[in-house]
């Protein structure tokens, strides 16, 4: 079954999410149609791979030709901009679309932006064939949407973080202790929350340090740097987990996610983990702040009291446990089975 990727751009979350999908579903033959500035080379098992041009239309009738000429048994549409490039004009093969969390749900977005992009969202699934949802939540969401067929296809941590996993029992704790957010500087991320940690910490004499492994937005970059926050520009991913698991504390500041693979990530190579208490991470045990303040007394706690540290770590570990490589690997075959009016991979 040859199954034809497309995402605006593959770098960060979502470009690991699919890598994982070809990583794991070997069944399958997998192409990818991408861009962006990270989006270079593919790092996942792809037949082929090709970039998307500039300008909506161009990208539309890219992929019309695209998929005119190789005739794949199911387009994969990640993220919302693929979501409208596959679905704008109804495909003649089937269109699974996985938002990785959905635009409207933008903490700050006008009413009258978040009422279009749900009215957009609901008029485009007309036009698909299943949603692939990352939990109960996005499914809620879907539904919402009047969408009939939805799949649940988990997230997993990253193939760099499972390599990774094992290299935490040499590492030498850091002085001073070493706070780590990864991602794209975005103001889906937070970078503004993550610098105020950063800024109330050094306040508070919690002497902590605070990494971004990533890059963005400049304007958001230097907002960081101002703030002592150490920004370290895209990496390989290798080298992303060798950071990530020689850090001592993991704080996701993202404001709002479908499910972030980087959670996973930091959950997979051991580390105590601490997120927003935002919709995405309902039903988890991860500990959860709601403001700055809160998040640099949890980081200070999770390195200086056991109890803390130990119960971080096993609430990433359920975590882990809960969302796995065969759970992924039957979600996407369920959503490839449906999309094909049940025609099995081959």
Not at 282 to 292: D, F, I, K, M, R
Request: charged share 25%.
């Amino acid at each position: 079954m040859q199954i034809l990727h497309i995402t605006d751009r593959y770098s960060g979350s979502v470009g690991r999410a699919i890598d994982r999908i070809t990583e794991l579903v070997p069944e399958a033959e997998h192409h990818l149609l991408s861009t962006g500035v990270e989006s270079t080379q593919g790092h996942g098992v792809y037949r082929s791979m090709a970039g998307l041009p500039d300008g909506f239309v161009a990208r539309v009738q890219t992929v019309q030709q695209v998929v005119d000429e190789m005739v794949p048994d199911v387009v994969h549409a990640h993220s919302s901009w693929a979501g409208m490039y596959t679905r704008v004009r109804r495909l003649p093969v089937p269109v699974v679309y996985q938002p990785h969390c959905y635009y409207f749900e933008r903490p700050g977005l006008p009413g009258l932006a978040r009422r279009g992009a749900r009215m957009l969202e609901r008029a485009l699934a007309a036009n698909g064939s299943v949603v692939a949802v990352v939990s109960p939540r996005e499914e809620r969401l879907a539904r919402s949407l009047g969408v009939e067929n939805i799949v649940r296809i988990p997230n997993v941590p990253s193939s760099a973080a499972v390599r990774e996993a094992g290299a935490r029992s040499g590492v030498v704790a850091t002085n001073p202790r070493t706070v780590t957010m990864v991602g794209r500087v975005m103001a889906q991320k937070d970078p503004r929350f993550f610098a105020e940690t950063a800024r109330l910490a050094r306040r508070f004499e919690l002497d902590l340090h605070f990494r971004w492994l990533g890059d963005g937005e400049e304007s958001l970059v230097r907002k960081l740097r101002d703030t002592g926050v150490e920004v370290t520009g895209w990496l390989a991913a290798d080298d992303v987990m060798r950071r990530l698991a020689a850090s001592d504390v993991y704080l996701h500041s993202a404001s709002y996610e479908g499910f972030p693979i980087s959670v996973l990530d930091a959950a997979r190579v051991g580390l105590p983990t601490i997120v927003r208490e935002i919709p995405a991470f309902e039903g988890t045990q991860l500990a959860t702040v709601e403001s700055p303040a809160e998040a640099a007394f949890a980081a200070h706690a999770a390195v200086e009291d056991p109890e803390q540290r130990l119960y971080m770590i096993e609430a990433g570990d359920w975590l882990v446990g809960a969302m796995d490589e065969s759970a992924l690997h039957d979600g996407v075959l369920e959503a490839y089975s449906t999309a094909t009016g049940g025609a099995l991979v081959a």
